[in-house]
C-alpha cells in the first residue's frame, strides 16, 4: 500500500539558511501534519493542514511557515536556521477530519551546521 | 509540562510472553489514544487505537486497555515476537474538542529476547 513521501530524507543545511521539506499524503487523504522530533525526545506538533487551509498550530517557530497544496502535498519552508532546529521532521496524513489514525512518512533528517 | 508520560525507558521480555507498556497521562480532556512503534530511521508506525468511550480494543497480537479514572491505558502484544523490538509511544488528542494534533509519551523500548 502506499505510504506517506518525504523528501528529502537528509538534508544538511548552515546555519542561517533556508530549507524545504515536501511531505506526499497517502492517496486520498486530504489532512496532513508535521512533527519535529530532537534528539532523544518525543516528537511534538508544529502544525496542520486540513483541505489546504491551515487548521491548527502548535510550537512552531516565525522563522517557520507551510501549506499544503491542491494535490494536497504539504511543504514546510525553514529560514534562518539555527543549530537547534537539527531534528527529524516528520509528515503524516489522515484520511480527513475526524478519522484519528496518523500514518507517518519516514521523516527528514535535517542537521544545521 | 509532559502530559503523557510512559515511566518505563526500556523493557526486555522473552520470546513468546507477554509485553507490557503502560502510559499515564494527566489531561483529562484527551478523549483518543493511539500506540505507535518505531523502529530507527524510520517514521512511527501505527498499530491500535482506543477511545475513551471504550476500555478495550483488541487487534491480533495486541490489545491496548483504558482506565480513565486513573488515566492510564497499556499495550499488551502477546505472544512477544523478536520483530517486535522497538520503541513504542503512546499518543493522545482530543478529538471531541476537533483538535487531533497528538501529543506523544517519552517512548518506551522494548527489546525481545529469543
Known amino acids: 500500500a502506499a505510504g506517506v513521501i518525504q523528501s528529502p530524507r537528509h538534508l544538511i543545511k548552515e546555519k542561517r539558511e533556508t530549507a524545504t521539506l515536501k511531505c506526499y499524503p497517502i492517496?486520498?487523504?486530504?489532512?496532513v501534519y508535521w512533527y519535529q522530533q530532537g534528539p532523544g525526545q518525543d516528537p511534538q506538533f508544529l502544525i496542520s493542514?486540513?483541505?489546504?487551509?491551515?487548521?491548527d498550530k502548535g510550537s512552531i517557530p516565525d522563522r517557520f511557515s507551510a501549506q499544503q497544496f491542491s494535490d494536497y502535498h504539504s511543504e514546510l519552508n525553514m529560514s534562518s536556521l539555527e543549530l537547534g532546529d537539527s531534528a527529524l521532521y516528520f509528515c503524516?496524513?489522515?484520511?480527513?477530519?475526524?478519522?484519528?489514525?496518523?500514518?507517518f512518512g519516514p521523516g527528514t533528517r535535517l542537521t544545521v551546521t | 509540562d509532559q502530559q503523557v508520560k510512559q515511566n518505563s525507558p526500556s523493557l526486555s521480555v522473552q520470546e513468546g510472553r507477554i509485553s507490557i507498556l503502560n502510559c499515564d497521562y494527566t489531561n483529562s480532556m484527551f478523549d483518543y489514544f493511539l500506540w505507535y512503534k518505531k523502529y530507527p530511521a524510520e517514521g512511527p508506525t501505527f498499530l491500535i487505537s482506543i477511545s475513551s468511550i471504550k476500555d478495550k480494543n483488541e487487534d491480533g497480537r495486541f490489545t491496548v486497555f483504558l482506565n480513565k479514572s486513573a488515566k492510564h491505558l497499556s499495550l499488551h502484544i502477546v505472544p512477544s515476537q523478536p520483530g517486535d523490538s522497538a520503541v513504542y509511544f503512546c499518543a493522545a488528542l482530543r478529538a471531541n474538542f476537533g483538535n487531533e494534533k497528538l501529543t506523544f509519551g517519552t517512548g518506551t523500548r522494548l527489546t525481545i529476547i529469543p
Open positions: 503524516a496524513s489522515s484520511l480527513t477530519k475526524g478519522y484519528y489514525e496518523q500514518y
Open positions: 493542514f486540513y483541505e489546504k487551509m491551515q487548521s
Open positions: 492517496p486520498r487523504h486530504d489532512t
